[in-house]
C-alpha cells in the first residue's frame, strides 16, 4: 500500500519542518531584560474600566466559590451606584476556574490579555493561586485574593486580604493554650494549607508546652473517616485541630457524633468552616465546636449590618455571610480606596499608594499593610450556635499585623 | 466496491478512507500522494499560518492542545491499533512532565544561586536536595527521562500484565488505578513534589527566558513539530508489518497465537510506544502551560485523554487527534459559556462516541455509506472491523 514516494515524500516534509525551526527567531536568554515582556495594557480608555473575576463557577470547589462571586459582584455593583472608580464604571467580567489549576492560569491569561482588565479578584484554593502567581507577575497585573491561606508567599502583584498564618491558626492555638487544652490531635486533608500549618502548629507547640498527640490526613473529598475518628477517640488529646476542607467535613463530623464524641467531651476547633459549610453539615454536628476566622456573621456594627442586609437582599433572605466573602467584599472596596488614593489605574501606582489604606470594613476597621501586601485584620474564635450561625467566643482585641513568614515569633525561627 | 473485493488486509483504512476507485490511474496516483499532501498542508498550517494569525495567548492555548494532541498519537496506536484501552496515560504523562518541571526548577533555583528549588525553601526538606532530584540537574539526563521514565514504567508494567494474559475492562481498571496512586502518592509529598500544587512558576527553559512571548512561540513551534514528527512515525508504524499484525492481535488475540507470534509482545510494543509519547507530550506541556500538577494526571484526566480519541476516532491517526484538540479546545470555549454543562457534555460525546460511533467522527462517511448501501447487500459488512 504505501509506495516508497509515500515515504520519500513524508521525509522531505519532516526535514523541512526541522529546518524551519531551527531557523526560528529566537527570544530573550533568562536572567536579561524582560522589561517589553509585560502583557497587554489595562484598557482605561473608555468611561467604563474592566475588572476580572476569576472563581470556579463549575466543579468541586463552585460550592464554596460561587458565594465569593457573588460578594464581589454586590462589592462592585456598590462602587457603581456611588459613581464608579475616578468616574469609570466598573464591567464585571467573570472567567470559570473550573476547579482547575491550568484553567485558572489560562483564564487569568484571558482576562489580562483579552479583557484588558485592570485587576483581577478571585482564586480560593492555594493550589490555583500558584497557578495564577507567574501569569500576574509576567503580565504586571493584580491579583486581589480573599482567601486565608498558609502564609509564606509575597507575591509583588497579588494583595491577600484573607488572613495569613499569624491572623488565624497562631491566635487560634494561644487561645487552645488559654483554655488549658494542651493535648492536641490534628486532622486535615491532603494538601498544602493543612499540611504546612500542621507544620506551624507542631513548631508552636514544641515552644509552647503543648503536645502533637496525632497527625492524619484523608484525601480531599474522602468520606471515610472511622479509622480516623477511632485513632482522634483513644489517643486522649483535649482538643482537635482541622483543617478538613469541604465535603470531607460532612462525614467527618457525622462519624465523630456517632462514636459518641460532642464538643463538651473532645472540642474540635475548625479552619476552613464557615456559616455556608455549618449549613451543609448539618447543626446538630457542629453545635457547640469552635472556628477560627476574622468575621462572622454575628461580628457587630453598622457595617457588617448593612452588608448582611445588601447580600441577602440581592441573593436571598436565608442566605449567610461568611469569611471569604467578607474578604472578597473588602478587597474590592481596598482597590478602588487605593485607586484614588493613586489617581491612577497604573498597576505600580495603586501599589504604592496601598500603604495605609483604610476601610471600615464588616469585620471591623481593616489596614493594608503596604510592605507585605496583607492586611491587618482582628483574629476570632467562634462557637456554632444552635441556630446554624457562629457567636463569637474571643477575639484578638484589635487588628494583628500580618506576617506571612512569621518573621515577628521566635518560636518560629526554624520553621 | 460493488465489482472488486477489497483484499483483507487493507481492511482498516488508516487515514480517512478514500473514495471508491472508479478512476483506478487517477485514483492511485491521487492516493499515493493524498498522504505526504495532508501532511505537508497540516505543517504548514501549524508551523507557518498558525504563529502569524494568533495572538500569543491563542498560541499559548493551541500550544497546549497540541500536547493533548500527542498523547492522543499514542491512544491511537494502543488503543485504536491495538485494543488496549489506556484509561491511564496521566501515569505517563504526568512523568514525562514532573522529569521536565523538576529540571526546570533546579535551574531556576541555579540561576538565581540557589540550591534548593523555591516551593522545598518554603515548605522544607531537611536533608537538602533529595538524592533522586540531583541528577535531574543535569539537562540531557531530565530530557532523556521525560521519554525513557515512562517508557520502562510501562515496559515493566506492561510485561507483567500482558503475559499474564491481563485484558479488557482489567486492564484498564489498573491503568486507571495507578493514575490514582500516583496521584495521591505525589500530593502526600509535599515537600519534594510540590503536594497538589504541584510544580509551577518556571522561569527559564533551557537558558530562554519563558517570560519572553517570542520563546513561547518558540515553545509552541518545537511542540508543534514534535506532533508533526510523531504523526509520521506513527503512521509508518500503521502502514508496517508491526502495524498489521498489532490489529490481528486486537481482532483475534488466539489466532495470532496459533500462526505463531507472541502477542504479548505485540502489545508492549504499543504500550510502551504509547507511554513514551504521553511523556514527551507531558514534558512539553510544561513550558507551555506552566504547571504540572497531581490534578493533571489522576483518574479524570487520564480519561479525558482517551475521549478526544474516542470521539475523532480512534483508529484513524488524524481523526484521534485532531478530536482530542477539538474536545481541548471546546472545554476551554464551551466551559465559558456554560460552566456547569460542560462536563456532562463530555460524558455525553463519550457515550455517544463509544456507543453509535465506534470508529468516531473519522469514520462518519464510511458509517454513513455504509448504511447507504447495507439495504441491498445485507451480510456483506461481515468483514469490515471497525
Redesign the interface.
Known amino acids: 500500500?504505501?509506495?516508497l514516494?509515500?515515504?520519500r515524500?513524508?521525509l522531505?516534509?519532516?526535514s523541512?519542518?526541522?529546518a524551519?525551526?531551527a531557523l526560528?527567531?529566537?527570544?530573550?536568554?533568562?536572567?536579561?531584560d524582560?522589561s517589553?515582556?509585560a502583557g497587554a495594557k489595562a484598557d482605561t480608555s473608555g468611561d467604563t474600566v474592566r475588572v476580572g473575576l476569576l472563581n470556579s463557577?463549575?466543579?468541586t470547589m463552585?460550592i464554596s466559590e460561587v458565594t465569593v462571586h457573588n460578594a464581589l459582584l454586590l462589592a462592585v455593583k456598590e462602587i457603581n451606584a456611588a459613581g464608579g472608580v475616578l468616574g469609570k464604571q466598573l464591567k464585571p467580567v467573570s472567567?470559570?476556574g473550573?476547579s482547575?489549576?491550568?484553567?485558572f492560569?489560562?483564564k487569568a491569561?484571558?482576562l489580562i490579555?483579552?479583557s484588558k482588565v485592570v485587576a483581577t479578584f478571585g482564586c480560593w484554593?492555594?493550589?490555583s493561586r500558584?497557578?495564577v502567581?507567574?501569569?500576574f507577575e509576567?503580565n504586571k497585573s493584580l491579583l486581589f485574593y480573599p482567601v486565608q491561606y498558609e502564609g509564606?508567599?509575597q507575591s509583588p502583584y497579588i494583595f491577600y486580604s484573607g488572613a495569613t498564618t499569624n491572623q488565624q491558626i497562631v491566635p487560634a492555638l494561644d487561645y487552645l493554650k488559654k483554655q488549658g487544652l494542651t493535648k492536641l490531635y490534628l486532622v486535615g486533608s491532603?494538601?498544602?494549607f493543612p499540611?504546612?500549618a500542621n507544620?506551624i502548629i507542631k513548631t508552636y507547640a514544641k515552644a509552647n508546652g503543648m503536645e502533637v498527640l496525632g497527625e492524619d490526613?484523608a484525601?480531599?473529598g474522602s468520606t471515610e473517616f472511622a479509622t480516623i475518628v477511632n485513632k482522634v477517640r483513644s489517643a486522649g488529646a483535649d482538643a482537635v485541630f482541622n483543617t478538613l476542607n469541604g465535603d470531607s467535613n460532612v462525614a467527618f463530623f457525622k462519624e465523630y457524633k456517632s462514636a459518641g464524641l460532642t464538643a463538651k467531651k473532645l472540642p474540635v476547633l475548625s479552619v476552613s468552616i464557615a456559616e455556608e459549610e455549618v449549613k451543609s453539615i448539618g447543626t446538630q454536628y457542629l453545635e457547640g465546636q469552635l472556628t477560627a476566622w476574622n468575621y462572622y456573621q454575628t461580628t457587630p456594627g453598622a457595617a457588617n449590618e448593612k452588608f448582611v442586609a445588601a447580600y441577602q437582599a440581592a441573593y436571598g433572605k436565608d442566605k449567610p455571610t461568611s469569611d471569604p466573602m467578607e474578604a472578597a467584599y473588602i478587597s474590592v472596596h481596598l482597590w478602588k480606596a487605593m485607586v484614588e488614593k493613586a489617581g491612577s489605574f497604573d498597576v505600580e501606582k495603586v501599589k504604592a499608594a496601598s500603604d495605609g489604606i483604610e476601610f471600615d470594613a464588616p469585620e471591623g476597621k481593616v489596614t493594608v499593610d503596604g510592605a507585605t501586601q496583607h492586611v491587618h485584620k482582628t483574629a476570632r474564635i467562634g462557637k456554632v450556635t444552635a441556630s446554624g450561625l457562629i457567636e463569637e467566643v474571643w477575639n484578638s482585641g484589635g487588628p494583628i499585623k500580618p506576617d506571612p513568614y512569621l518573621k515577628g515569633y521566635d518560636w518560629a525561627a526554624d520553621? | 466496491m460493488t465489482t472488486t473485493s477489497t483484499p483483507p488486509t487493507?481492511a482498516p483504512a488508516?487515514e480517512p478512507p478514500a473514495g471508491p476507485p472508479e478512476t483506478p490511474f487517477l485514483g492511485r496516483f491521487l492516493g499515493?500522494?493524498r498522504?505526504?499532501?495532508a501532511?505537508?498542508l497540516g505543517?504548514v498550517l501549524l508551523?507557518?499560518v498558525a504563529p502569524l494569525v494568533l495572538?500569543?495567548?491563542r498560541l499559548?492555548?493551541l500550544a497546549?492542545y497540541l500536547c493533548y494532541g500527542i498523547v492522543a498519537v499514542g491512544v491511537s496506536l494502543a488503543w485504536g491499533r491495538g485494543g488496549l484501552l489506556v484509561l491511564g496515560q496521566g501515569v505517563f504523562f504526568g512523568l514525562g512532565g514532573y522529569a521536565m518541571a523538576m529540571h526546570l526548577k533546579l535551574a531556576d533555583a541555579a540561576?538565581t544561586g540557589e540550591t534548593l528549588p523555591d516551593f522545598m525553601l518554603?515548605?522544607?526538606t531537611e536533608g537538602g536536595l533529595p538524592w533522586w532530584w540531583q541528577p535531574f540537574a543535569n539537562p540531557a539526563f531530565a530530557l532523556a527521562m521525560t521519554v525513557v521514565l515512562p517508557m520502562a514504567v510501562a515496559a515493566l508494567l506492561g510485561a507483567l500484565v500482558f503475559r499474564r494474559r491481563v485484558k479488557g475492562a482489567y486492564f484498564a481498571i489498573l491503568s486507571q488505578a495507578l493514575a490514582a496512586a500516583l496521584a495521591?502518592w505525589l500530593?502526600?509529598q509535599?515537600a519534594t513534589t510540590g503536594?497538589?500544587?504541584?510544580l509551577?512558576?518556571?522561569?527559564?527553559f533551557f537558558?530562554?527566558?519563558l517570560?519572553?512571548?517570542?520563546?513561547q512561540?518558540?515553545v509552541y513551534?518545537?511542540i508543534a513539530?514534535a506532533l508533526?514528527?510523531l504523526m509520521?512515525a506513527a503512521?509508518?508504524l500503521f502502514?508496517s508489518r508491526y502495524g498489521e499484525l498489532l490489529i490481528a492481535v486486537r481482532d483475534s488475540e488466539e489466532r495470532v497465537r496459533f500462526l505463531g507470534y507472541n502477542p504479548a509482545n505485540v502489545k508492549l510494543v504499543a504500550y510502551v510506544v504509547a507511554a513514551g509519547m504521553a511523556g514527551l507530550a507531558g514534558a512539553l506541556f510544561v513550558p507551555a502551560?506552566?504547571?504540572i500538577?497531581p490534578?493533571?494526571i489522576g483518574i479524570v484526566p487520564s480519561i479525558g485523554f482517551v475521549i478526544g480519541a474516542a470521539v475523532g476516532g480512534r483508529a484513524s491517526l488524524v481523526g484521534a487527534v485532531l478530536g482530542a484538540i477539538a474536545v481541548a479546545w471546546a472545554q476551554?470555549t464551551l466551559?465559558?459559556a456554560w460552566?456547569?454543562g460542560?462536563?456532562y457534555l463530555q460524558g455525553l460525546l463519550f457515550v455517544v462516541a463509544v456507543g453509535f460511533l465506534p470508529g468516531g467522527l473519522a469514520s462518519l462517511r464510511t458509517v454513513l455509506r455504509r448504511r447507504r448501501t447495507s439495504s441491498d447487500r445485507v451480510g456483506a459488512t461481515k468483514g469490515v472491523t471497525t
Open positions: 500500500m504505501s509506495g514516494i509515500t515515504r515524500g513524508l522531505a516534509g519532516i523541512a519542518l526541522g524551519g525551526a526560528s527567531a529566537c527570544g530573550a536568554k533568562t536572567g536579561s524582560t517589553k515582556a463557577l463549575s466543579g463552585a472567567q470559570d473550573a482547575d489549576w491550568p484553567t492560569a489560562e491569561q484571558a490579555t483579552d484554593t492555594s493550589a500558584k497557578a502567581k507567574p501569569v509576567r509564606l508567599e491532603d494538601y498544602v499540611r504546612t507544620k490526613y484525601p480531599l520553621l | 487493507a488508516t499515493r500522494f498522504t505526504p499532501a501532511f505537508l505543517a508551523v507557518g495572538s500569543d495567548f499559548g492555548l497546549k540561576a518554603l515548605y522544607g495521591i500530593v502526600g509535599q503536594g497538589t500544587n504541584g509551577t512558576g518556571f522561569q527559564g537558558g530562554y527566558d517570560n519572553d512571548p517570542i520563546n512561540r518558540m513551534v518545537v513539530v508533526l514528527l509520521a503512521r509508518q502502514v502551560v506552566g504547571i500538577s490534578a493533571l476551554s466551559s465559558d460552566p456547569a460542560w462536563t
